[in-house]
Structure formats: structure tokens, C-alpha cells
């Protein structure tokens, strides 16, 4: 027997900034949803105004969970202090498990036009807060896409669906991470893994319907526990999907750092101030 999942909250991205100054969305991570375990944070950037995004994000450091970069739009560069580099190009992924530490910067490479996409921030079981940081840099040629109904378009960058498998490989919350393209009139119904949190956030088009219900763009769906869910649209729509193991741990939280008690929140900082990223 199959089990539905229905919408059990609805939240709007907030309007703030960070890093030197970008404009954003935060969905996940800001008063009216500060977390959906495993996910920590949703951010949507998205500006053809320079001034909202050139300033980037400088160095900062991160330690403890995971930051997924998904460009829409635009190009930015990243760099760390182990001396990786990458480009992240439109279409492209990065999956960044931080781990035990690392200071990294991420600029726009552009000074005019339109930038676009989201970073989520995804945590790390306790056994796994302390690993080497390890990078997966997806340029758009790799992620697979797939038809898996008339209408329907996915991008399949973590999870399977239709055959086709994501690229992103051994993350311990066992991500689905999909981009959803609906044509008008189009809907499908999407397995997924019964027990994982699940949202979906309408990023493109006016509206979509999820789970039976109208959520408009810019509004982010939490999804109750089942192993499906409908999708549809009476106008062409982008929806992200995501969905992971939860991890029931505690969280202790303080900015860049994702820890499970107070005393490993105070030893970051003090590793952090020690050089020892
Ligand atoms: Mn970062």
C-alpha cells in the first residue's frame, strides 16, 4: 500500500543577506523554519543587479555538515585554504562535505547579469562531523535528465528516478535532490524513500500544485512522511525537491559551524582562531 505525503507546513523565503552583502532568500534556516532535519539552511539567490551579489563570500569557515551549491544561473568561483579551485558554471553542482574544517571563499565571476541558484546546507551524522573534507564538483553535462512522465523534465542530482541515477554518491543522509521542470498540464507521482523529511520549493512559474495543493513560487512545502507525492501544474513550473535521512541528534549551531554539544561548538571556534582549518 502506498502512503501519499501531504504538505504539513507552508514557509515564504525571507529576505536578508550574507557573506559581503548578498541579497538572498533564506527558506530554511530563519524563524519560521529553523531547520528540517538533516537540512540546516535553503538559500535562493537570484539578482540581475551587480550590486546584490558582486561582493560574494569571501573567506569563511565551515565545519560539521555539508554545503550543496546548485547554479541556475551565472558563475562563480570557489576556492579553499587546501588549495582546491572550481568553477561553478550554470547547470552545475557542488557538493561540499566539510567535515572537519575548511576556509573557503565563493565570488561571482561576472559583473553584470543575472545570477541564480541555491545553496543548502545538509548535516553530518556525529561519526561523520570529524571527516577529511571532500569535495564533488558536477559540471551539468553529468547530471542526468530524465522524462519520467508526459510534460515532466527532471534533473536528477542526487537519488534515482526513471532509471537514471545522480551523480552525488556516498553522502550519509542518502540525498534525493531533484530539479522538477513542469510543462502546462503536466503531473506525475514521485516515489520516494518512506521515511526521509521531504520539501518541495516552486522556484520558476507562478504556481505549482504539490501534494494536491497550490503552493505558489518562492514558497517552500514541508512534506509529511509517506512514500510518494503528486506533482502538477496548470502552468509551466521548476520545483526543487529534496529529501534525506533524518539524523536525530542534537544540534548545537553557531554560524559556520554545525556541531552536537556546546563544548564541540567552543572547540571549533578555538581550532578555527588555532590556524588548524
Ligand atoms: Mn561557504
Redesign the pocket.
Known amino acids: 500500500m502506498t502512503t501519499q505525503r501531504h504538505i504539513t507546513r507552508r514557509v515564504r523565503g525571507m529576505d536578508t543577506s550574507d557573506g559581503a552583502g548578498v541579497k538572498l532568500k533564506r527558506v530554511i534556516g530563519q524563524p519560521a523554519l529553523d531547520m528540517l532535519d538533516p537540512f540546516l539552511l535553503l538559500d535562493e539567490f537570484r539578482s540581475d543587479q551587480a550590486g546584490d551579489y558582486i561582493e560574494g563570500?569571501p573567506e569563511?569557515p565551515?565545519r560539521g555538515f555539508e554545503?550543496v551549491t546548485y547554479m541556475l544561473a551565472g558563475r562563480m568561483q570557489h576556492g579553499d585554504n587546501h588549495g582546491n579551485r572550481g568553477d561553478l558554471g550554470p547547470g552545475s553542482v557542488q557538493w561540499m562535505t566539510a567535515g572537519r574544517g575548511i576556509l573557503?571563499s565563493?565570488m561571482p565571476q561576472q559583473e553584470e547579469g543575472l545570477m541564480w541558484g541555491f545553496q543548502l546546507w545538509v548535516n553530518l551524522p556525529a561519526a561523520d562531523k570529524m571527516v577529511e573534507p571532500r569535495y564533488q564538483d558536477i559540471p551539468p553535462a553529468s547530471i542526468p535528465v530524465v522524462h519520467p512522465a508526459e510534460g515532466v523534465t527532471v534533473r536528477v542530482v542526487a537519488g534515482e528516478l526513471a532509471g537514471a541515477k545522480g551523480p552525488v554518491s556516498g553522502i550519509s543522509t542518502e540525498p534525493v535532490y531533484l530539479d522538477i521542470a513542469l510543462d502546462a498540464g503536466a503531473h506525475f507521482d514521485l516515489a520516494l524513500p518512506e521515511g526521509h523529511s521531504a520539501f518541495a520549493y516552486v522556484f520558476d512559474g507562478e504556481s505549482a500544485t504539490v501534494a494536491g495543493e497550490s503552493l505558489a513560487r518562492s514558497e517552500l512545502a514541508v512534506l509529511s512522511k509517506g512514500d510518494s507525492v503528486s506533482f502538477a501544474a496548470t502552468q509551466p513550473a521548476r520545483v526543487l525537491l529534496v529529501a534525506g535521512r533524518p539524523l536525530a541528534e542534537p544540534v548545537a549551531r553557531y554560524g559556520?559551524f554545525v556541531m552536537n554539544t556546546p563544548a564541540q561548538i567552543h572547540e571549533a571556534i578555538a581550532d578555527f582562531r588555532a590556524g588548524k582549518f
Do not use: K, Y
Open positions: 563570500f569563511h565551515h554545503t573557503h565563493e559556520p
